[in-house]
């Protein structure tokens, strides 16, 4: 599985961004995906997770009620919408795929890693 993450940029503080996996190869609906994101000098850190069948999700405590992880298999898409993103939102965001949900919401247990995406949030 290839995975390519887009749609960071710089935004103010309140505002929104949307990211994108494109994901290429066989078997996609078998993964759990997951958005992770990395500071320098941190480690990287999980944000947010999808089942294969999208039916189940999980976040990181400091994004929910303001990010949405869903996933669109038809064409092979998984998303992750930031509203009211702050300046601790400021980081290289990783899409990746693991054996299943649980498995996609730790860096141990990710299968595959796509390039990351920068997100700048200005206060």
């Known amino acids: 599985v290839q995975l390519q993450a887009s749609g960071g940029g710089l935004v103010q503080a309140g505002g929104s961004l949307r990211l994108s996996c494109a994901a290429s190869?066989?078997?996609?609906?078998?993964?759990?995906m997951g958005w992770f994101r990395q500071v320098p000098g941190k480690e990287r850190e999980f944000v947010a997770g999808?089942?294969?069948?999208?039916?189940?999700?999980y976040y990181t405590d400091s994004v929910k009620g303001r990010f949405t992880i869903s996933r669109d298999n038809a064409r092979v898409t998984v998303t992750l919408q930031m509203n009211s993103l702050k300046p601790e939102d400021t980081a290289v965001y990783y899409c990746?795929?693991?054996?299943?949900?649980?498995?996609?919401?730790?860096?141990?247990?990710?299968?595959?890693w796509g390039k990351g995406t920068q997100v700048t949030v200005s206060s």
């Open positions: 990746a795929a693991g054996r299943d949900l649980t498995s996609a919401t730790a860096p141990r247990g990710i299968l595959y």
């Open positions: 999808i089942s294969g069948t999208g039916g189940s999700t």
């Open positions: 190869g066989r078997s996609f609906t078998y993964y759990g």
